[in-house]
T-cell receptor, first 115, second 117 residues
Framework: GAVVSQHPSRVICKSGTSVKIECRSLDFQATTMFWYRQFPKQSLMLMATSNEGSKATYEQGVEKDKFLINHASLTLSTLTVTSAHPEDSSFYIC???????????FGDGTRLSIL | AQKVTQAQTEISVVEKEDVTLDCVYETRDTTYYLFWYKQPPSGELVFLIRRNSFDEQNEISGRYSWNFQKSTSSFNFTITASQVVDSAVYFCALSDAAENYGQNFVFGPGTRLSVLP
């Protein structure tokens, strides 16, 4: 069964709206979670590393003020796309592992469409 | 820097044919992990296999098999007797063995496999 739950699975909203995506590890604690972005027909690109209790680490080229990450507990990380615009439309996926050297489990992804 | 190459962008086969998806990787690490994931049209990633760099034994799981060859830095994936349900994008990925395991997760560009009835 799923060990990482991501919600919502699909969002359609107007330009200028802020959208929050949740990523939960269901049966294990994850001090670190990862957020990826996938444009149509392209591979997954790591956006940021979410660290419980501290600031997220963003990959080069990712705007931290645009993509707010909060890792409030050992089982929940949220990604908020602030003032979303059509170019933010994408597929966002989170992942988490049970610990070092453990396989990453991926959420089912969130398809974000900004009109 | 780590890199994963999947030279085949799209492959189409007819049901029951065998198909091999190629994966070539680059890394300077001596310890690393290789993965294959399946992404069906619904979008979620389905874990298929993880292989440690020290384990070069080929693996077979049902209709799936993997050929890991360090000498050529390749980790190819073969589907035997393909089925329509195998139609998906397949990603090969590489990770080092650092503590922040997922941070150094590098995906290949993916190969879109279409299995025709």
């Amino acid at each position: 069964g799923a060990v990482v739950s991501q919600h919502p699975s699909r969002v359609i909203c107007k330009s200028g709206t802020s959208v929050k995506i949740e990523c939960r590890s269901l049966d294990f604690q994850a001090t670190t979670m990862f957020w990826y972005r996938q444009f149509p027909k392209q591979s997954l690109m790591l956006m940021a590393t979410s660290n419980e209790g501290s600031k997220a680490t963003y990959e080069q080229g990712v705007e931290k003020d645009k993509f707010l990450i909060n890792h409030a507990s050992l089982t929940l990380s949220t990604l908020t796309v602030t003032s979303a615009h059509p170019e933010d439309s994408s597929f966002y996926i989170c992942s988490a592992g049970r610990g070092p050297l453990a396989p990453q489990h991926f959420g089912d992804g969130t398809r974000l469409s900004i009109l | 820097a780590q890199k994963v190459t999947q030279a085949q962008t799209e492959i189409s086969v007819v049901e029951k044919e065998d198909v091999t998806l190629d994966c070539v990787y680059e890394t300077r690490d001596t310890t690393y992990y290789l993965f294959w994931y399946k992404q069906p049209p619904s979008g979620e990633l389905v874990f298929l296999i993880r292989r440690n760099s020290f384990d070069e034994q080929n693996e077979i799981s049902g209709r799936y098999s993997w050929n890991f060859q360090k000498s050529t830095s390749s980790f190819n994936f073969t589907i035997t007797a393909s089925q329509v349900v195998d139609s998906a994008v397949y990603f090969c990925a590489l990770s080092d063995a650092a503590e922040n395991y997922g941070q150094n997760f590098v995906f290949g560009p993916g190969t879109r496999l279409s299995v025709l009835p």
